[in-house]
T-cell receptor
Framework: DAMVIQNPRYQVTQFGKPVTLSCSQT?????MYWYQQKSSQAPKLLFH???????NEADTPDNFQSRRPNTSFCFLDIRSPGLGDAAMYLC?????????????FGDGTRLSIL | AQSVTQLGSHVSVSEGALVLLRCNYS??????LFWYVQYPNQGLQLLLK??????LVKGINGFEAEFKKSETSFHLTKPSAHMSDAAEYFC????????????FGTGTKLQVIP
């Protein structure tokens, strides 16, 4: 089945130690998104790509960066994680830049900060 | 600008009873509306969507939702709750512009009591 795969499912890192989360997709979708979701809250969009066109949300901290080397892969880099960055990180894709297109989500990476 | 309000952060129903999860939206453009379900430690899964056309939309797992423009509502219903329906449900509205950026509601956690 075509899908969105996030690795690892659980990631533990130390305060201030850089960490990278990965996402791959077999759906061949143009658009990829990264969300942060804290406990019992709605997902919060960090950034998204339309093909290689990168779009940063205005309130996404500078500590968060992303790379999309090709259609299939997208990475989330957290340069110096703080305790407040502990959350579930969700990757999603959509087939084109249309408002009626649903998003397809991976199962997320739960990030813990020691 | 667009926004979504989900009434009730927690809803409890008995197994076999009607499920009703409320969602009201605000949108500066004709709305495209979505309901997603999230099971523990998983990503979001599309239940159903309204774009244009028929206002009663049927989704997966026996859920349906009715778009009511006059009430700016898109409530989710299921005639008979099943234990497997216990999850968190998010209503979302698609924003203006070319990209499929959505605004999520804060979610409603559904508990099903045996």
């Amino acid at each position: 089945d075509a899908m969105v795969i996030q690795n690892p499912r659980y990631q533990v890192t130390q305060f201030g130690k850089p960490v990278t989360l990965s996402c791959s997709q077999t759906l061949n979708h143009n658009v990829m998104y990264w969300y942060q979701q804290k406990s019992s809250q709605a997902p919060k969009l960090l950034f998204h790509y339309y093909d290689k066109d990168f779009n940063n949300e205005a309130d996404t901290p500078d500590n968060f960066q992303s790379r999309r080397p090709n259609t299939s892969f997208c990475f989330l880099d957290i340069r110096s994680p703080g305790l407040g960055d502990a959350a579930m990180y969700l990757c999603a894709t959509s087939s084109e830049a249309g408002r009626n297109q649903p998003q397809h989500f991976g199962d997320g990476t739960r990030l813990s900060i020691l | 600008a667009q926004s979504v309000t989900q009434l009730g952060s927690h809803v409890s129903v008995s197994e076999g009873a009607l499920v009703l999860l409320r969602c009201n939206y605000s949108s500066s453009v004709p709305p495209y509306l979505f309901w997603y379900v999230q099971y523990p430690n998983q990503g979001l899964q599309l239940l159903l969507k309204y774009t244009t056309g028929a206002t009663l939309v049927k989704g997966i797992n026996g859920f349906e939702a009715e778009f009511k423009k006059s009430e700016t509502s898109f409530h989710l219903t299921k005639p008979s709750a099943h234990m497997s329906d216990a999850a968190e449900y998010f209503c979302a509205v698609s924003g203006p512009g070319g990209y499929q950026k959505v605004t999520f509601g804060t979610g409603t956690k559904l508990q099903v009591i045996p």
